[in-house]
């Protein structure tokens, strides 16, 4: 059976490596985004998930589960304060909990690390950081007992901002889904060419093909890890009878796309173009 002082000895190491690991992790992070990665920033991809800027990269991407209020509402600015109320409280904590902090700080590195483009993977731990939260909010309140009030009042301000701003939030997305998308005027040229299994189209990532397109089509994210040279690429568009092309112009400046941009740069002509949305013919 452990003594004191040997449990109190694991909690220390335990409380050593996790910011052993936060620290790899966050330098780890800082150094990736300063070896050439900004470089990127400006095409239409980081340009609509807004991290277009070295700054936004960070607080819309890598930190967005804290700072993006825009997704995650301004609830979230008591999550950075909450963790830290919970670290430097770890030793004190059961170890269900302490278990449950490392497992939320590991998760939360490895979103941060690989999916900080998009904001739907941070939305994995939305709720648990929310239930955290509430947690630490709760524990102030029993142990501070002359400053109740203010806690209440500091929380209940916060949460009416925040319910206020999902309220109007609500009613953009309402409104942006009724207003008709420029790349459905496209789509609807498409569908008078009579796009079939002899007379295909690729197409590079356009979501809305999906919804007011009156035909099929092959997605290019079906095949794009099976072809690594242009070869493979031209072989398989005569396979599928591929007779156009649809994408975005930010494939041009991404180089996952460089087999599929330099098909289009020598072998296709533009026939119509909607905003940065191109129709291409083989």
Known sequence: MLTADSNKRIKIIMAILLAIIIFISITAIFL?????????????DYIARDINTPLKLWLNGYLSLFFK?????????????????????????????RALLFVYVLSFLLISIKGYTNFRYAYTLYPFTIIGVLGCIYELYKKFNYKRKLIIICFVMLLSANLFDNFHRYKRTIAEFNRPSKVVELI????????NEKNNILVINI?????????????????????NKTANLLNLIKTKNIKYILADDYIFQRSEYNLISNVIKTKAKLIKRTGTVSLYSL
């Not at 990736?32 to 239409?44: M, P, R, V």
């Not at 825009?70 to 909990?97: C, E, H, N």
């Not at 609807?188 to 796009?195: A, G, K, Q, R, S």
């Not at 093909?209 to 095949?223: F, P, V």
């Open 32 to 44: 990736y985004s300063l070896s050439g990665h900004y470089a990127y920033l400006n095409t239409g």
């Open 188 to 195: 609807d040229y498409i569908n008078t060419l009579n796009i």
């Open 69 to 97: 209020t825009k997704t995650f509402g301004f609830l979230m600015f008591l999550a950075v304060p909450s963790l830290f109320y919970y670290l430097f409280s770890i030793d004190k904590r059961p170890q269900w909990q």
């Open 207 to 227: 979501t809305d093909y999906y919804y007011y397109s009156n035909s099929k089509s092959l997605m290019y994210y079906t095949i794009q890890r099976k072809i």
